[in-house]
């Protein structure tokens, strides 16, 4: 018995079936219409549940500058207390089918803020690292102590001198062949340095703020 061929159509030498999801799409373009692909609505979903997830990282003051719906809000809350995976995971596709409610603002002030969270991390993560390199250099030389006190003329220049001192003595090993030790003054060397460059970096803030 013969199959019962397919209705259907040709374009550009590709058969496309009647009813397919190609079929959809042809169409939608012929009658001039924008409507996503079930492709495209897959993704989109998939993408929206994915910055629903990454919500649950925004810090309070930010999320609470997107005046997101209560009902999301509770649901976030909620999937923060779910341990169970599976239970975890049915949570997560709840606060996805909610992110699709959402309108285009809404979505893209959430991912203004999750870009704005990670730009303030990378510049926390500098200042550290600036601060580990002018706590090793105040140790290991006076003129580094100079230099400090030139550009932070605030600083208890008594205090620092004593405390790169004392960072030094601790840093000798009592023994031939030992790590060096790093005491208290060590690491109040680098709160100290942290908190200046802290108000360095407050001040610079103000200024382009009130320009």
Do not use: C
Request: net charge negative.
């Amino acid at each position: 018995m013969s199959r019962k061929p397919k209705k259907g159509y040709f374009v550009r030498g590709q058969f496309v079936a009647e009813g397919s999801e190609l079929d959809l799409e042809l169409k939608a373009e012929l009658k001039g219409t924008t409507e996503l692909s079930k492709t495209d609505l897959k993704k989109e979903s998939a993408e929206q549940q994915q910055l629903g997830e990454a919500l649950l990282t925004l810090r309070p003051d930010l999320l609470d500058r997107l005046d997101l719906p209560e009902k999301l809000l509770e649901a976030l809350a909620e999937v923060r207390r779910i341990t169970n995976f599976e239970g975890r995971r049915r949570q997560m596709q709840f606060i996805g089918k909610l992110m699709r409610k959402l309108d285009d603002e809404v979505l893209e002030a959430a991912r203004a803020a999750l870009v704005e969270q990670h730009s303030g991390s990378a510049r926390e993560t500098i200042a550290l690292h600036l601060a580990e390199q002018w706590r090793d250099r105040l140790i290991e030389s006076d003129d580094a102590v100079a230099e400090w006190l030139t550009l932070h003329p605030d600083t208890d220049s008594q205090q620092l001198r004593a405390l790169a001192r004392q960072a030094r003595k601790d840093a000798k090993p009592s023994k031939p062949g030992e790590a060096a030790r790093h005491g208290r003054a060590y690491r109040e060397i680098f709160q100290l340095v942290r908190e200046a460059l802290s108000r360095d970096a407050a001040q610079v803030d103000g200024g382009t703020d009130g320009e």
